[in-house]
């Protein structure tokens, strides 16, 4: 990946989805590979799983195949879903690491989120009830809930915060800004969605040169649209998140890339970043300010002899 830790500013709408596409395609290698070495293997477990439950043509259908094929799918579909939160949590800490100009390889953003994937698992579980619960008292919470946590996963990644931790401080900073934050959110889902269609049409146009399908070859055609759209909108959808998560810290926090690089454990790329908010330069003999930056027009007391 990339080195050069860039200079952060808050960015309009359009611009955090430009970011997001930029980082996608400058570091496409890395997010690549992190999405197929975990999407593919389970994707051709799936299908080798759902094709064996599925009853010959010719076979009556009683009860137990039926279960026997629910099952499969039931089984397959959780794997699906942990594979992709895997890759996605993966994905997060790639492009973080992209952010502080950092070179990073496939494996050590992999490991990294696969230590964490009990709580990635389980903050994603927490958000995804409280959005389904407000879809079904009412459908404005719903979505009310899904824009206030969409950062919970940059913010257990980055921050170390989990469970109900990580979804107050997604609400803290999504506070203020909710419109802004749908807009973003909304807009990079249905871009990704398009381009998933748009994958598996393609596929699925390839399925029709061939006159007498079998089994196989429809097993086949769903491990690689299944994998082609993961490897495309996974690293996509993790950029514009991160991307999210980065400006509304910019915005009101003055995020600092410091406090970044130690909270994910990489160590930012030598004199790329100055010197902390809170750090403050001493001056021998003279009044220390207040607080670093000191404030507009903050004097030291032997200057002007008033003080500030």
């Known amino acids: 990946m990339e080195t050069g830790a860039p200079h952060l500013r808050p960015l309009g709408i359009g611009e955090v989805l430009d ?3 930029k980082i996608v395609w400058r570091n496409a290698v890395t997010l690549f590979k992190i999405v197929f070495f975990v999407v593919f293997p389970v994707q051709v477990i799936s299908a080798v799983v759902q094709l064996s439950a599925i009853p010959e043509r ?5 009860d137990k195949d039926v279960a026997a094929l629910i099952g499969a799918f039931g089984v397959t579909g959780i794997l699906g879903w942990v594979a992709s939160t895997l890759a996605a949590g993966a994905c997060y800490r790639a492009i973080a690491s992209a952010y502080l100009g950092e070179r990073t390889d496939w494996r050590p953003s992999l490991e990294f989120a696969l230590r964490r994937l009990r709580s990635i698992l389980w903050v994603t579980i927490l958000a995804g009830l409280a959005a389904l ?12 809930l899904w824009v206030v946590f969409a950062l919970a ?11 109900t931790k990580a979804l107050g401080r997604s609400r803290d900073l999504v506070r203020g800004y909710w419109w802004r934050t749908f807009a973003i959110v909304l807009l990079g889902t ?6 998933g269609a748009v994958i598996g049409g393609v596929v699925g146009s390839t399925s029709g040169f061939d006159t007498t399908p079998t089994d196989l070859t429809s097993g086949v055609l769903s491990v690689v649209a ?17 991307v999210l998560y ?10 600092d890339l410091q406090l970044l690089a130690e909270r994910i454990g990489v160590e930012p790329a030598g004199g790329a970043l100055g010197p902390r908010p809170g750090d403050r330069p001493e001056i021998p003999g003279e ?16 200057a002007d002899g008033s003080g500030s």
Request: negative net charge; proline residues 12%.
């Open 287 to 302: 009044e220390q300010p207040p607080f670093w930056p000191p404030p507009p027009g903050w004097k030291p007391g032997g």
């Open 190 to 195: 249905i871009l990704a969605s398009i381009i």
């Open 19 to 21: 970011v997001a596409l």
């Open 226 to 242: 299944g994998t082609v759209s993961d490897v495309i909108t996974t690293p996509f959808t993790a950029a514009f998140v991160t």
């Open 153 to 163: 996963v940059p913010v257990l990644l980055t921050e170390d915060k989990r469970g």
């Open 58 to 62: 010719d076979e009556v259908v009683d």
């Open 133 to 144: 619960l407000g879809l079904i008292l009412c459908v404005i919470p719903g979505i009310y």
């Open 246 to 255: 980065f400006d509304l810290r910019v915005r009101k926090e003055a995020f």
